[in-house]
């Protein structure tokens, strides 16, 4: 593992020439963290086993939690994965470059590491010009998961990945803010009927629309350690920062009432409190500090807010952030909900 990590600049006079380092980075087994649509990846060459051990490594990750292969191309599946079926090969169609995790069965080429053990593995082609160039230089697939430290909130800047990250890696493409703010949808699609894993910003409805069915296999909180996950990423605790998190859902009125309510409180005790809310909602209410989810009804705003707000909030000196559970539900909105809901510690519904 290296002390120093190179950051290269999307923007700087010589990008190909830094972007072709950093294929060699992964050619040679090292890591190097780049941009995606959704979040920032932490990509190391899928295929090699060492060089996979270091993304483990350097987010202290738990061995049982599987990485997403990342490809350049839809023809590059055939190398890893057998048995693609139709609604497999539609989804890419569809959705691919883009924010969709397709779980398929692994070929053998796949090491243990990379797959966190399963028979399955998780492939995705990211809507990302850097991303995509990245991996097609590095002539391999590209295990990736979020370049956050494990449990974390997810980096949806490079300077989000130095924080966790710097001295731990061998490179960082700073790419700029990304474009989604949440990670990719997971759905299985081993059998006949996919099977939402994970929300994202492509929706179970979306998936049904394309295919013609969709299960939901994901629940929004932290699994027991003796339940069973159908995805191991789901019994860790995730996006959490360290200060303290509440969400309050229901009503708005009631959501209001009952934060203005908890400042108060803190304040009495001398504590301070950061606020994570929609626009209709943070207007009347006096906390220490505040990050904007944008307007209630337009979740992609959130999505693209929350993982900044949170570490935002939890690098100034407060000592609880509520977070305002009235935003819409519908299509990302879901995904929104399943990241607030991993990452508060308590959930009032008022
Ligand atoms: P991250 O890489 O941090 O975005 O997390 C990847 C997510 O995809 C985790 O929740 C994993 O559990 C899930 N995942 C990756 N590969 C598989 C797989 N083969 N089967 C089920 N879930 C997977
Ligand atoms: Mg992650």
Redesign the pocket.
Known sequence: MSNKTLVIRADSDNFEEELSKAASIIKEGGTVAFPTE??Y?LGANALDPDAVKKIFAAKG?PAD????VHVSSKDQCGDLAEDINQTAFRLMDEFWPGPL?L?LK?KKIVPEIT??G?D???LRMPANDIALELIRMSGTAVA???ANTSGRP?PTSAEHVIQDLDGKIDAIIDGGIVEIGL??T?V?VTGDIPVV??PGQVSAEDIKECVGHVEIGYTDRTLEESET??????KYTHYSPETKVILIEGRPENVKSTMTELITNCHKEGKMVGLLATEETSGSINADEMFSLGKRNEPAQAAHSIFMGLRHLDSKEIDLILVDGTLKTEGIGAAVFNRLRKAADEIKKV
């Open positions: 959704t979040v990846g990750r939690n599987p990485l997403i995790t779980i692994a797959t966190g399963l399955t593995v998780g990736a998961p979020s997810s990670e990719s997971v299985d894993l994970r996950a159908r995805s191991p990423g789901m």
